[in-house]
């Protein structure tokens, strides 16, 4: 099994910048990619960036594209996600996620951390 842990989310005004952290502990030798999706209020989960646990191979939804940053410490066993230039309807719970190489699906998953952005 595999635990992520979260870190650093919190309240910014709009135009700001917060950072990301999910850590890996157990079986971190079973992960092959890493994403980060996020859940505003009354709205489904949505895709918003995956990287291989190499560190290469990063994609990003539309809506954060050039603004977030997806990268990996594999000496940390950590992940993280910068945001910048932060808008209101960036606020939403954000759950970091891994996979293996054979699962379509992501099986394991952080508890959220909460980000809000003011305007």
């Known amino acids: 099994q595999v635990q992520l842990i979260e870190s650093g989310g919190g309240l910014v005004q709009a135009g700001g910048s917060l950072r990301l952290s999910c850590a890996a502990s157990?079986?971190?030798?079973?992960?092959?990619?890493m994403g980060w999706f996020r859940q505003a209020p009354g709205k489904e989960r949505e895709f918003v960036a995956h990287i291989n646990w190499s560190g290469d191979s990063t994609y990003y939804a539309d809506s954060v594209k050039g603004r977030f940053t997806i990268s990996v410490d594999n000496a940390k066993n950590t992940a993280y996600l910068q945001m910048n230039s932060l808008k209101p309807e960036d606020t939403a719970v954000y759950y970091c996620a891994g996979r293996s190489s054979i699962s379509l699906t992501y099986p394991y998953w952080g508890q959220g951390a909460f980000v809000t952005v003011s305007s």
């Open positions: 157990g079986r971190t030798g079973n992960i092959y990619r």
